[in-house]
Nanobody, 121 residues
């Protein structure tokens, strides 16, 4: 069983910052690409940022230049540093990881339960 646990959400004023964390735990051989998604009320879930096991990063256009994504490979952690937050960043943020449990087995996606981020104007 592989689990992802997010933390760090909360209420912040526009222009403020938050740092989200995602911890992977359980039995697995390797964690591939990890990513943050978000889902605002009434909207579809969307990719915010992703980071591969090799460190390549990509960001949604709406957050480029404001958010950064990092991993601690030794601790199986992922972070999303969010700065200059805007009310439109308000959403539930979800951690996603592609995990391999055994050698030669395929990677499969795992999701966290989500953490809420609210940005007030």
């Amino acid at each position: 069983q592989v689990q992802l646990m997010e933390s760090g959400g909360g209420l912040v004023q526009a222009g403020g910052s938050l740092r989200l964390s995602c911890a992977a735990s359980g039995r697995f051989r390797h964690v591939g690409t990890m990513a943050w998604y978000r889902q605002a009320p009434g909207k579809e879930r969307e990719l915010v940022a992703a980071i591969t096991s090799g460190g390549a990063r990509n960001f949604a256009g709406a957050v480029k230049g404001r958010f950064t994504i990092d991993r601690d490979y030794a601790e199986n952690m992922m972070y999303l540093q969010m700065t200059n937050l805007k009310p439109e960043d308000t959403a539930d943020y979800y951690c996603n990881a592609h995990v391999q449990t055994r050698g030669c087995s395929p990677y499969f996606p795992v999701w966290g339960q989500g953490t809420q981020v609210t940005v007030s104007s």
